[in-house]
């Protein structure tokens, strides 16, 4: 069966992208916050001596782990406010629900470097009179955040493709705009082509970029 392909008719649209790719963009960012700082409390409440906080952190990076992260931002959008009465907006809800969701991933990623480095410097450090804080802060988390560095963007890039799923919340990314634009121009294919050539442009440098540095510390350190 033959196909004609014909993307002409896509430039005209290519503000519909624009916004598009801001908004994938912008949830992306935000998301990103929440869930490298909630990922990193919870690493270090992994790590804690004290059995609840390690249980509770534990069921938290499960929980989100093991569910939908598309279960997830329906169950936040829909679901919260009828048990709280608090109703966010949807782009709120998608974004928050993102970064619920990568915060469990990062938290691995965290508590992965973090345990990577021997404990021998960790006590060489409380020998010299530092802190459990300090040294985690001058000692353990530089040398931990070399290690983390291609794993961390893996899960960027990652939550960036997941912002996909913010569409059934009907906010405006790239996929929602691509599928609206199919109501006018009835070329899925070709939409679809440019959608996923889009998140290519944007995320391939990012992976580019993550692998010169790792290459560079490979060469520093040796």
């Given at each position: 069966?033959?196909?004609?392909?014909?993307?002409?008719?896509?430039?005209?649209?290519?503000?519909v992208?624009?916004?598009?790719?801001?908004?994938?963009?912008y949830?992306?960012?935000?998301?990103?916050?929440?869930?490298?700082?909630l990922?990193?409390?919870?690493?270090?409440m992994?790590?804690?001596?004290?059995?609840?906080?390690?249980?509770?952190?534990?069921?938290?990076i499960?929980?989100f782990r093991?569910?939908?992260?598309?279960?997830?931002?329906v169950?936040?959008?829909y679901?919260?406010?009828?048990?709280?009465?608090i109703?966010?907006?949807?782009?709120?809800?998608?974004?928050?629900?993102?970064?619920?969701?990568?915060?469990?991933?990062f938290?691995e990623i965290?508590?992965?470097?973090?345990?990577?480095?021997?404990q021998?410097?960790?006590?060489?450090?409380?020998?010299l009179?530092?802190?459990?804080?300090?040294?985690?802060?001058?000692?353990?988390?530089?040398?931990?955040?070399?290690?983390?560095?291609?794993?961390?963007?893996?899960?960027?890039?990652?939550?960036?493709?997941?912002?996909?799923?913010?569409s059934?919340?009907?906010?405006?990314?790239?996929m929602?705009?691509?599928?609206?634009l199919m109501?006018?121009?009835p070329?899925?294919?070709?939409?679809?082509?440019?959608l996923?050539?889009?998140?290519?442009?944007?995320?391939?440098?990012i992976?580019?970029?993550?692998?010169a540095?790792e290459r560079?510390?490979?060469?520093t350190?040796?």
């Amino acid at each position: 069966m033959g196909y004609t392909w014909n993307f002409s008719g896509l430039w005209k649209y290519r503000e519909v992208f624009a916004r598009g790719t801001l908004m994938t963009a912008y949830l992306t960012c935000i998301a990103l916050v929440i869930g490298v700082v909630l990922g990193m409390v919870l690493a270090l409440m992994r790590g804690s001596r004290f059995a609840p906080i390690r249980y509770l952190a534990a069921a938290y990076i499960e929980l989100f782990r093991t569910t939908p992260a598309l279960v997830q931002l329906v169950w936040i959008y829909y679901s919260l406010p009828i048990l709280t009465g608090i109703q966010l907006p949807n782009v709120a809800s998608a974004a928050i629900g993102l970064g619920l969701h990568s915060a469990a991933y990062f938290a691995e990623i965290f508590r992965a470097g973090i345990q990577s480095i021997e404990q021998g410097q960790t006590y060489a450090a409380r020998s010299l009179g530092m802190s459990h804080w300090q040294s985690m802060r001058r000692i353990v988390l530089p040398q931990a955040l070399q290690r983390m560095v291609p794993p961390l963007i893996n899960e960027f890039v990652n939550l960036a493709k997941l912002t996909t799923l913010a569409s059934v919340l009907a906010v405006y990314e790239l996929m929602q705009q691509a599928n609206n634009l199919m109501l006018t121009v009835p070329r899925p294919l070709e939409i679809y082509t440019v959608l996923a050539l889009l998140f290519f442009a944007i995320l391939f440098p990012i992976t580019l970029l993550s692998q010169a540095l790792e290459r560079r510390w490979i060469r520093t350190k040796f």
